[in-house]
């Protein structure tokens, strides 16, 4: 990552209006209002830049790639391999054969569990997640312990969304194989010490995954000074198609790893006898992978590398604090999840007013916000509340729609009265 | 009336601040919980059912307006029906709410006739339905739905 570049560039490229220009969704409209998109933790808009590459790749120089000794599968081949690179400098990983393509994050932890997990939990083992995982961050683990007989243990967090390290440290021994954690809280918005976390669970030997799926679009991530096992996330929340996502493992891990599935381009020599499996990373992309998708995914680093991950995060800090100022501007609202270290992710109640009814009236005003438990249910048990409404930015958000929300908000009020 | 005024009119407004019928029956025949994963939302209904009517239902659970007041006015129309009769008028609220063309029949309707508003709203449908859905389980004698 190269801050000093981009910080030099804040000025020059954070004309918001440039920015909005480069996403064609911002300029339209829903239910006769300008759409007023702040939903960015369940998925983020596209830039044009973005559909550009995957409609070039479609018009001019499709196929099927590691396949043909023809021309354009090999340039296919080498698009796609390059975006293998980009990914590899922008998480700061050391090998590029250490980033194998997903469909996203969910199926990246499932391959671990399954691959991974497989071999490395035994009986008795533990594995340890926080209260705030995303539905995909736990389920497979439930499912390894099950069939295991290991044991999942959960640490616990303070009334602010906060981790409890100090549980934590209560919670690791040698019987612990494994912490999964999430970087970012995809309904709190906290941003958890991993640092501190991965130090401490490698103390006692386990292994870790990070679920950066809220944190890359956000906060610069290196593989080497973080020290994790495994670090996982979705393109879709980073400016990338849907569909494509990122596991990065260290490589010696990978290299041990079996199979997740099988088939073809992940051998090296099948006979009807037997099948020796490719090296790392195309063990484990078996099958014709989401090629124009991995392309848009380059694409979508690329774009943000150059408006600048910082001048990104920087942005979206102004719009946290101006949204959880706004907002806090309502009577009844209350928010859920006030760490000190936040990415820009609000989930609120408002009173007693169920967040669908809040959701559908704002819909009606153009404002797409996330109502429901987000996928996180252990955690708002945690809260003994079943669900809020979640506003979520990402850098071409602006204060004036921050203003629609809560004008909206204001109207929701007035018609529950 | 615009669509919003037309989903959230005042009876279902008022159903929604005071759900009648709301709580346990000291004593049921048939008990079903629904759920809908979507959201999270929960119901449980319980019906005592003599000489084949429905002498008394009563809900329970935590839901948005629609489904809220959907549950509290269900409860209202099907007291004194007949097992034959809620299955009648469930198909009948069903082709309201999601059917677009589906002509509203305000006499057979009764108060349902508020949850026409519905239809303009594709992602509401399972919150107005879940409690009906939940009814008709409990009458079939499984005691768990789901909106999926
Ligand atoms: C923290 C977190 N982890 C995992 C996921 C799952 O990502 P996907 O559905 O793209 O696989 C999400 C997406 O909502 C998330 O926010």
Not at chain 1, 67 to 92: C, F, H, K, M, P
Not at chain 1, 329 to 334: A, G, K, L, M
Request: hydrophobic share 40%; net charge negative.
């Amino acid at each position: 990552m190269n801050i000093l570049a981009d910080e030099k560039n804040v000025e020059s490229l954070f004309s918001i209006d440039d920015i909005r220009k480069d996403f064609p969704e911002l300029s339209r409209y829903v239910h006769n209002r300008p759409l007023c998109y702040l939903d960015n933790a369940a998925s983020t808009l596209k830039p044009q830049t973005v559909i550009d590459v995957i409609a070039d790749f479609y018009t001019s120089g499709y196929s099927n790639i590691h396949r043909g000794v023809y021309l354009t599968s090999q340039q296919a081949t080498e698009r796609y391999e390059n975006v293998r690179s980009i990914i590899a400098e922008y998480i700061g990983a050391q090998h590029t054969s250490e980033i194998v393509f997903t469909r996203g994050a969910t199926e990246a932890i499932n391959l671990v569990a399954h691959s991974w997990g497989e071999y490395a939990i035994k009986e008795g083992d533990e594995i340890l997640i926080t209260t705030m995982e995303h539905h995909a961050n736990i389920v497979p683990w439930q499912v390894l312990c099950e069939k295991k007989n290991a044991q999942l243990r959960i640490i616990p967090i303070n009334d602010s969304g906060e981790i409890i390290l100090e549980e934590f440290e209560k919670l690791l021994s040698e019987k612990t194989k494994l912490v999964s954690c999430v970087y970012a809280s995809n309904s709190l918005g906290t941003i958890n010490p991993i640092q501190s976390i991965i130090q401490m669970a490698k103390n006692v030997g386990a292994t870790v995954l990070i679920d950066g799926a809220q944190a890359i679009q956000h906060i610069p991530v290196n593989m080497q000074e973080l020290n994790c096992d495994f670090f996982v996330f979705s393109g879709h929340k980073l400016y990338a198609p849907s569909g494509t996502g990122v596991l990065y493992g260290k490589k010696a891990l990978l290299q041990a790893m079996p199979p997740y599935q099988t088939g073809g381009d992940m051998i090296r020599r099948v006979t009807f006898e037997k099948t020796t499996y490719a090296d790392i990373p195309a063990r484990f992309e078996a099958g014709t992978p989401n090629i124009e998708g991995i392309i848009g995914l380059g694409e979508a680093v690329r774009y943000v590398q150059k408006c600048g991950l910082a001048a990104i995060a920087e942005r979206e800090a102004l719009l946290l604090e101006y949204g959880t100022h706004r907002l806090m501007e309502i009577p009844d609202v209350r928010i859920w999840g006030t760490a000190k270290e936040k990415v820009a992710v609000i989930s609120f109640t408002l009173g007693a007013i169920h967040p669908h009814d809040i959701g559908s009236l704002l819909d009606r005003e153009g404002i797409a916000v996330r109502a429901g438990h987000h996928c996180t249910q252990p955690l708002w048990q945690r809260f003994a509340i079943n669900s809020t409404t979640r506003a979520s930015f990402a850098f071409y958000n602006t204060e004036q729609e921050i203003d629609t929300l809560v004008d909206g908000l204001k109207n929701v009020v007035s018609l529950f009265g | 009336m615009n669509e919003i005024q037309q989903l959230y009119q005042q009876v279902i407004l008022d159903h929604n601040k005071s759900p009648r019928n709301y709580g346990h029956l000291p004593e049921c025949s048939h008990k079903a919980d629904g759920l809908n994963p979507l959201c999270g939302d929960h119901i449980t209904v319980e019906l005592y059912v003599h000489d084949g009517i429905i002498q008394d239902i009563r809900f329970t659970g935590a839901g948005c307006a629609i489904s809220t007041s959907s549950a509290s006015i269900m409860t209202t129309v099907l007291k004194g029906k007949t097992a034959e009769e809620a299955e009648r008028i469930f198909q009948e609220f069903h082709g309201v709410v999601t059917n677009d063309d589906a002509v509203i029949n305000e006499e057979s309707l009764g108060k349902l006739a508020v949850f026409a508003g519905v239809r303009e709203f594709p992602a509401r449908v399972k919150c107005a339905s879940l409690a009906w859905h939940t009814v008709h389980a409990a009458l079939q004698g499984e005691q768990e739905i789901s909106t999926e």
